[in-house]
């Protein structure tokens, strides 16, 4: 297994530090590991003048599975567009065709009390959104602002999707429902927009192949709606990439705690890119403070997603648990009056446990 690392920008380089120690414990467990590391963000600006440089995106691409911290910081904000920190996640994202964007929305029963939802309604919460990330609005063209006849300005974008597109999402949503609860709901707007009535229409054929699988559509207005009256009724939910842009901040806030929340994004053979949903949190960034559980619960995604490893994914996701049940909490999760330990200590009591 050939990992890229890429600690990037702001806490990146301290919160990856923790779960390279995961890593590294697995090795002499006896796992076949090779990490190699480079830069991205604004650390590859500053080393080489681009955020995703040449070497990086080599090494990206030769690699197996890449783990990235965050990127961005107040430094790089007046740069201009080709050299920000985020252009370096755009890049790797469409270089290594990363078209399926996974992001569990879990409720730990340590944590009920970090939502802002009632602890009935979250309890053993366990969702996973999958956001197709490539295609829909955000890429389509044409795209732009022009001057109609009447001399009135007027924006406008296009929205498509294709049937390779939705096919390829979908299989890997029926897959993944397949190693859970063997529930989807396809979320679309298929009331109104055309391009969602045709992904209603190719999900539910690509359904066919998997009848154990039960499939549902919803309307992305009620789903925005269900997630915080009901969540539970949840397992997967699969949709495109703008209505899932929206839907997965929105559950993984029902979590209220995004140190914790990890994402991983796939393209058609596995390989993946891992990493925390939050960002660089420059704000925290050098204390050691920040929170590495949704670092190390991304490799816990890469052991089950590209190296096909559920044993010592369960392995990580229980090590965390067990830390959590130990009362252990960093400054963003602790309740009033715990006792908060930092990120090293955080990274070291995962190792610990494992
Ligand atoms: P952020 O997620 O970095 O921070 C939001 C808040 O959450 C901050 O108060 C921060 O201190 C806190 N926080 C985030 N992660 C934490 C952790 N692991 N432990 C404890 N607290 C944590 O979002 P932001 O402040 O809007 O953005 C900061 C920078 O990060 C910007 O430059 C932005 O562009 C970038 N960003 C990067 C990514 C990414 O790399 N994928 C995602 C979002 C934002």
Redesign the pocket.
């Known amino acids: 297994m050939k990992i890229a690392v890429l600690p990037?920008d702001?806490?990146g380089p301290e919160?990856v530090a923790q779960a390279v120690k995961v890593i590294d414990a697995l090795r002499s467990d006896g796992l076949a590991i090779e990490m190699e590391y480079a830069h991205i963000?604004g650390a590859g600006y500053d080393a080489a003048g681009d955020p995703f440089p040449a070497v990086t995106e080599k090494l990206a691409k030769e690699a197996d599975a890449v783990l990235?911290g965050?990127?961005?910081?107040y430094q790089y904000d007046n740069l201009p567009r080709p050299q920000r920190?985020?252009q370096g996640?755009l890049r790797i994202r469409k270089g290594l065709g990363l078209f399926a964007n996974l992001r569990p929305a879990m409720v730990y029963p340590e944590l009920v009390y970090a939502s802002s939802l009632k602890p009935e309604l979250v309890s053993g919460l366990d969702i996973m959104i999958l956001r197709e990330l490539t295609g829909d609005i955000y890429f389509g063209q044409p795209r732009g602002i022009r001057t109609l006849d009447s001399g009135e300005r007027q924006g406008f974008d296009t929205m498509h999707y294709s049937e390779s597109e939705i096919r390829r999402v979908a299989h890997v949503g029926f897959q993944i429902a397949m190693k859970r609860n063997k529930k989807m709901c396809s979320v679309d707007k298929a009331n109104v927009l055309d391009t969602s009535m045709f992904w209603r229409e190719i999900v539910t054929d690509v359904a066919k192949e998997y009848p154990q699988v039960e499939l549902s559509h919803m309307y992305v207005d009620n789903a925005a709606m269900q997630l915080v009256r009901a969540p539970k009724q949840f397992d997967v939910i699969l949709t495109g990439n703008i209505f899932g842009d929206i839907l997965s901040d929105e559950a993984s806030m029902l979590t209220g705690s995004?140190?914790m929340l990890p994402s991983a994004s796939l393209d058609a053979n596995n390989k993946g890119l891992y990493?925390?949903c939050?960002?660089?949190?420059?704000?925290?960034a050098g204390k050691d403070?920040?929170?590495?559980l949704?670092t190390i619960l991304s490799v816990a995604m890469m052991m089950r997603y590209t190296f096909a490893n559920d044993e010592v994914a369960q392995r990580i996701e229980t090590a965390v648990r067990k830390t959590l049940q130990q009362g252990l909490r960093?400054?963003?999760i602790a309740e009033a009056g715990m006792h908060k330990i930092g990120t090293t200590a955080m990274g070291d009591a995962v190792v610990a446990a494992l």
Do not use: M, Y
């Open positions: 990037g702001g806490i919160i963000g990235l965050a990127v961005g910081g920190p985020e996640l995004i140190g990493e925390p939050h960002g660089s949190a420059p704000d925290i403070i920040a929170n590495p949704a960093t400054g963003d």
